[in-house]
């Protein structure tokens, strides 16, 4: 029962982060309508894609470490420029960083890690060298498919 509240509040989380999203592209003259008839990128192809092949055929261990570069990723970014002296409160992204710095955020990300750490330890994964290597690889990827996420914002496919 606890893992399904802690998914349906990372769902709930998600969704709030979605409304964030497109409240900045109406913000920024592109209505919901235009928004949800873009084409999606070969990034994000890629990068959902992957996570959606490493929890159907894998386990949730391997789902959430495919997951783990986005929401740790947000949640690192978004405080480092929290922090940064240098960032400016009246920056278009202010509503953004505040978002993935604020403590529900930062709480879902020790979470995240928490989750990911006993079910390694539940899944035997210290003992399993090759599951390891599985899992390092697994992370890897992401990390390399999440920076082509954040890239697509630089390189727009029309």
Same mark, same amino acid.
């Given at each position: 029962? #606890?893992?399904t509240?802690?998914?349906? *509040?990372?769902?709930?989380?998600?969704?709030?982060?979605?409304?964030?999203?497109?409240?900045?592209?109406?913000?920024? &003259?592109? /209505?919901?309508? +235009?928004l949800? +008839?873009? @084409?999606?990128?070969? #990034?994000?192809? #890629?990068? !959902?894609?992957?996570?959606? =092949?490493?929890?159907?055929?894998?386990?949730?261990? =391997?789902l959430?470490? #495919? %997951? +783990?570069?986005? %929401?740790? &990723? $947000? &949640? =690192?970014?978004?405080?480092? %420029?929290? @922090?940064?002296? *240098?960032? @400016?409160? /009246?920056?278009?992204?202010?509503?953004?960083?505040?978002?993935?710095?604020?403590? /529900?955020?930062?709480?879902?990300?020790?979470?995240?890690?928490? %989750?990911?750490?006993?079910?390694?330890?539940? $899944?035997?994964?210290?003992?399993?060298?090759?599951?390891? @290597?599985?899992?390092?690889?697994?992370?890897?990827?992401? !990390? *390399?498919?999440?920076?082509?996420?954040? =890239?697509?914002?630089?390189?727009?496919?029309?």
């Amino acid at each position: 029962m #606890a893992e399904t509240l802690l998914a349906a *509040k990372s769902i709930c989380y998600i969704g709030n982060e979605i409304e964030l999203h497109v409240s900045y592209c109406t913000e920024w &003259g592109i /209505d919901r309508e +235009s928004l949800l +008839s873009v @084409k999606e990128a070969r #990034a994000n192809l #890629a990068y !959902t894609r992957f996570t959606l =092949d490493c929890g159907m055929t894998g386990d949730v261990l =391997d789902l959430y470490v #495919a %997951l +783990s570069p986005c %929401l740790l &990723g $947000y &949640g =690192d970014v978004g405080l480092r %420029l929290f @922090k940064d002296p *240098k960032t @400016k409160h /009246d920056s278009p992204y202010w509503k953004w960083i505040l978002s993935y710095a604020c403590e /529900d955020y930062q709480e879902a990300c020790r979470t995240g890690e928490r %989750l990911i750490e006993r079910l390694a330890d539940e $899944y035997g994964v210290w003992h399993a060298t090759a599951r390891i @290597k599985k899992l390092i690889d697994i992370f890897k990827t992401a !990390t *390399k498919l999440e920076i082509g996420f954040w =890239d697509m914002g630089l390189n727009i496919e029309w």
